[in-house]
């Protein structure tokens, strides 16, 4: 085994064989000899058990002798690490080896987020103690660019198995569960009411971090969804996405102003118990500056506000004083903290489901409803980068290592960390409607669908316009006999249709259809069409009282002014002879 070992080692590093001798490695040599551990750990000795864990520590070092080794398959080592140290748990219930495990699988995912193993190991580790994480991950690891493909099946899994376990206040799981299980719109409307008046809830008693968290997974199950032709389902999800994020921005906005009023007012107390003269002038100038760049200005560099707090001028104040000044700076701390956590939620948000609610064939309705919400939130971002900022956020915009934070801070209290990371995706993504070029723009883009419906309005309104022209010029009469009704009734649509004539009917062309209706059935079509015509195209179609087609024509010419030129033409089977007197009008 060891000689087998030692050959395999030596092809680690080949990009074409190397990854598939490392797994290979793992399943004869690491993973045998666990599984015999696994399969009689319930009746080993204690002695037995002693040897068995010091056999998984000696297994664990000597992987990370060979990470050392080969750093290219490092990601994947730190994972096999992992579930040794997962097996080791598993079999003697230490605490200390699931934190290890978690450790490794997170240090896999920072070293290689292609994969979604790692993601879908730490799924395994949380879905006893933590199921919404445990879901977040097992979706992450089945929509990763290397995705695993049991993670789906683990969804599935951890729903059926939770969804008798929850509280009366836990909303989203039912939700997800009714959405992978048996959709059906009607009560997916109760689901959504439930978690509506949930977040609100929330909302109002400063639960951003649940909120957000909630966020997350349902914009990542709307994702799985459509991989699974869960299309329905997953526009169903996203559409409610779009409407709480009315109400989560405005919680963002409000946090904002409240964040900035205690700056200000911070600054302000600063400045009254300092002793150094400043002109009112630059005293209001610093108070804005307070208020915007050295806070706000922080969500692009990621850093916590409490690091340059600290170099603000050294005043002395009283114990009271102090413990006042402390409580404020929490405060403000955790109201700028959740109202960057739920913007990261929503820029998440944007990222999965653009794709969906952007694209060519979605409904208007929802692509109007995701351009007002892409417009809100770069408005939101535009006002979290005054001044000097918006040169950091540009340069960690530029940088991928300024910015590059794992995906699995997204379950964690610092989840805020991957804003910038976030925007610069959101930025990158094609089908976004939001651009930065020194501050976010917004700019919709128009698909193929809007820019052929424009261009056939504006067919039809140059059409429109010439037919309107050529009527104003000299308008034309069209007076038919009783024998071009019955015979070419198709032609006299196409001229009604045509909107540059005028079809008039005589009175005595309808007496006639109507003798001869109950034995021709072009009478009755005709008789039918000039009911339904002059109703509807009273404009272009209609009926003078007259006792002939001739008379018809001379009242048209009669009663039209001297100045008003126009031309009547009667329409006839016949060949023209001495029928008709020949006018000139």
């Known amino acids: 085994m060891l000689r087998v070992r030692k050959r395999c080692r030596q092809i680690l590093d080949d990009d074409e064989y190397g990854q598939r001798a490392l797994e290979w490695v793992w399943r004869s040599c690491y993973y045998a000899l666990v599984s015999r551990i696994r399969s009689s750990v319930s009746v080993l000795s204690e002695h037995q058990k002693q040897w068995s864990d010091r056999t998984m520590r000696m297994l664990t070092a000597e992987l990370a002798h060979l990470a050392a080794q080969h750093p290219t398959r490092a990601s994947l080592l730190s994972v096999y690490i992992g579930d ?38 730490i799924g395994l ?32 899994a951890l729903l059926t198995r939770v969804s008798s376990q929850l509280s009366e206040d836990e ?16 009560e997916f409307q109760e689901y959504r009411l439930k978690w509506f008046d949930q977040m609100h809830t929330d909302l109002g008693s400063h639960e951003g971090k649940r909120v957000a968290m909630q966020v997350h997974i349902l914009a990542l199950a709307s994702a799985t969804l459509v991989t699974k032709d869960g299309k329905e389902e997953a526009r169903a999800i996203s559409a409610m996405l779009l409407d709480a994020s009315t109400a989560i921005l ?87 903290h959740e109202a960057k956590t739920l913007l ?18 979605t409904p208007a309705a929802v692509r109007f409803s995701f351009e007002h919400f892409s417009q809100r939130l770069t408005d939101m971002l535009n006002s979290l980068m005054l001044g000097e900022s918006s040169d950091k956020a540009e340069q960690n915009l530029c940088c991928v290592e300024h910015v590059n934070m794992p995906i699995w801070y997204l379950s964690t209290d610092d989840a805020q960390l991957l804003l910038p990371t976030l925007v610069r995706r959101l930025v990158d993504t094609a089908e976004m409607p939001i651009s930065f070029d020194t501050f976010f723009r917004y700019a919709p883009i128009s698909s193929s669908k809007d820019l052929v419906m424009k261009n056939m309005a504006k ?45 008039v009917i005589a009175e005595d062309t309808l007496r006639m ?12 079509e005709a008789i039918r069409w000039l009911q339904k015509g002059i109703c509807e195209q009273g404009d272009r179609l209609e009926m003078r009282k007259a006792d002939s087609v001739a008379q018809c024509a001379e009242e048209i010419v009669n009663k039209s002014r001297a100045n008003n030129q126009l031309i009547v033409a009667i329409l006839t089977m016949d060949i023209l002879g001495e029928q008709y007197d020949e006018k000139r009008m």
């Open 513 to 524: 259809l109507d003798k001869i209706k109950k034995g021709d059935v072009r009478a009755r």
């Open 250 to 336: 405005q919680t963002v906005e409000e946090l904002a102003a409240t964040v900035a009023a205690m700056l200000m007012a911070k600054g302000r107390r600063r400045r009254q118990a300092s002793d150094s003269s400043k002109s009112p002038e630059s005293e209001g100038w610093e108070e804005r500056r307070v208020g915007s760049d050295r806070e706000f200005g922080r969500w692009a560099c990621g850093r916590s506000s409490d690091a340059e707090m600290e170099t603000e001028d050294v005043i002395e104040l009283s114990d009271e004083e102090m413990g006042d000044e402390d409580k404020r700076t929490d405060k403000c701390n955790n109201e700028l």
């Open 171 to 186: 909303h989203v799981i039912p939700l997800l569960t009714h959405c992978f299980a048996s959709f059906r719109a009607l």
């Open 459 to 503: 067919l039809r309104l140059a059409c429109r316009a010439k037919q309107e022209e050529a009527r104003s010029l000299l308008p034309v009469y069209v007076v038919p006999e009783d024998e071009v009704v019955l015979e070419r009734l198709s032609m006299l649509r196409d001229l009604v249709n045509d909107r540059r004539m005028r079809v």
């Open 84 to 121: 040794l140290h997962r097996y080791s748990f598993l079999f003697f219930t230490s605490e200390r080896d699931r934190g290890l495990a978690i450790l490794h699988y997170q240090q896999a995912v920072a070293m290689d987020e292609k994969s979604g193993l790692a993601l879908n190991q």
């Open 125 to 156: 580790m949380k879905q006893d103690a933590d199921p919404l994480a445990a879901l977040l991950y097992f979706m992450l690891a089945h929509l990763a660019e290397q995705p695993f493909h049991g993670a789906y099946a683990n969804i599935l």
């Open 344 to 361: 990261t939620a929503l820029v998440h948000f944007a990222v999965l489901t653009v794709k969906q609610l952007y694209a060519e064939k």
